[in-house]
């Protein structure tokens, strides 16, 4: 597995030299710039300390008493913990944007480098199997690859973890959750996830990847499946979160 993964890195490395531009502004850098990020662009990203949700990790308030947000006061979510590193505004959007549709795998890079640090900052490091937050087929012909699954491959290496992306499987195509309103993003993804194997993750601590964490019903949908294994702990590492 070592060497696909070194084969991948030279052939990105080729495609892309990392850390000689901004992902932001495409200006050059200096090669020790953290993240391929030059300092002004480095400087514009509201990166989440604390305090943020203790349930989904969404930033709160510096003078919010509680310690959850809104959203996670009123509804109860199926995982651990969640945890998301910047939050979704200005430079953060572009880059998503540009890494999804504009084909820049090299920016999941980064983004799994970030994650990374979170992950370090909050002390989760002992996790039996990274997964990204499955793709139906039919979705991932269009794109041509899975950016959950691009950022928890590049996470499992660095921290030394397995990847997994062939247990938890999405089979159902369910429409844009965005476009929907609160009853119909429930109904649209009922039934989307499904776990081959409930032997392969019984009593294992699982960390479950995506890009972004918006409402929680995604990843929801995904753990009421993992569930199923009875893991001893979920774990939510998304990229970018936004403000409630
Ligand atoms: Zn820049
Ligand atoms: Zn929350």
């Known amino acids: ?29 200096k090669t020790n ?17 604390k305090p943020a949700c203790d349930v989904c990790g969404k930033p709160l308030d510096e003078n ?20 998301s590193s910047v939050v979704y505004d200005g430079n953060i959007k572009k880059i998503v944007h540009d890494f999804k549709y504009h084909n820049k795998r090299y920016i999941g890079y980064h983004m799994a480098e970030i994650i990374t640090d979170t992950l370090h900052q909050n ?4 996790i039996d199997y990274v997964v990204p937050v499955p793709m139906h087929k039919n979705k991932k012909r269009q794109r041509g690859f899975n950016q959950s699954s691009i950022i928890a491959k590049y996470i499992a290496r660095n921290m030394n973890m397995n990847f997994n992306d ?40 699982i960390l479950l990847v ?11 949908a995904c753990c009421k499946a993992l569930n199923k294994a009875n893991p001893k702990a979920i774990y939510i590492a998304s990229f970018a979160t936004g403000k409630n």
Request: with cysteine.
């Open 123 to 126: 002390k989760i490091e002992h």
């Open 64 to 83: 919010d008493d509680d310690k959850s947000c809104v959203d996670c006061l009123k509804n109860i979510h199926m995982f651990t913990k969640g945890l």
């Open 166 to 205: 062939k247990n938890l499987i999405k089979v159902r195509d369910t429409s844009e959750q965005n476009k929907l309103n609160k009853k119909e993003r429930f109904e649209n993804l009922k039934g989307a996830f499904h776990l081959n194997s409930t032997d392969l993750f019984r009593g294992k601590e």
């Open 33 to 49: 710039d953290q993240y391929s990020l030059c300092d002004e662009c480095r400087g514009k990203i509201t990166w989440i300390k």
């Open 210 to 220: 995506d890009d972004i964490y918006t409402t929680g019903n995604t990843v929801d």
């Open 1 to 29: 597995m070592k060497l696909v993964y070194n084969m991948i890195d030279a052939l990105l490395d080729f495609i892309y030299p990392r850390n000689i531009y901004c992902i932001v502004c495409e200006k050059s850098i």
